[in-house]
């Protein structure tokens, strides 16, 4: 169907623009919608690994954890434990950002567990 140029000027270019618009965020929505929102993706979708990473290695993370753990590190990282869900991982870390008074921002919260998820867990 052919539709003459005409017809996308004027006040109806605008209807035309805002329905595309509408029908790209309903798109948007909808891929958003495909991931659970306690996913390890829609939860660590904005995370900055490599300040995750530099955090870590700044605070001294596995130090801590050894530590505690008496031993290696990861010996705290217990995927089958206490830890079972993304969104757990992200409040054992908050756990330990307050505890410790760390002062790491949300994001940084966020940027952590997300390496955490990455090297230990694999939550999906």
Do not use: W
Not at 47 to 63: N, T, V
Not at 83 to 102: D, K
């Amino acid at each position: 169907m052919d539709i003459p140029h005409a017809a996308f000027s004027g006040p109806g270019r605008a209807a035309v623009a805002a329905l595309l618009c509408a029908g790209l965020l309903a798109a948007g929505a909808l891929a958003a919608a495909a991931e659970p929102a306690g996913s390890a993706a829609a939860l660590f979708r904005e995370a900055d690994l490599a300040q995750g990473e530099k955090l870590i290695r700044e605070h001294k993370c596995d130090e801590c954890h050894a530590r505690k753990a008496g031993g290696d590190a990861s010996a705290l990282y217990r995927p089958r434990g206490r830890v079972n869900t993304p969104s757990a991982l992200r409040g054992m870390v908050e756990q330990c950002n307050l505890e410790l008074n760390l002062t790491l921002f949300p994001d940084e919260v966020t940027s952590v567990s997300a390496v955490l998820n990455r090297d230990h867990y694999r939550f999906k």
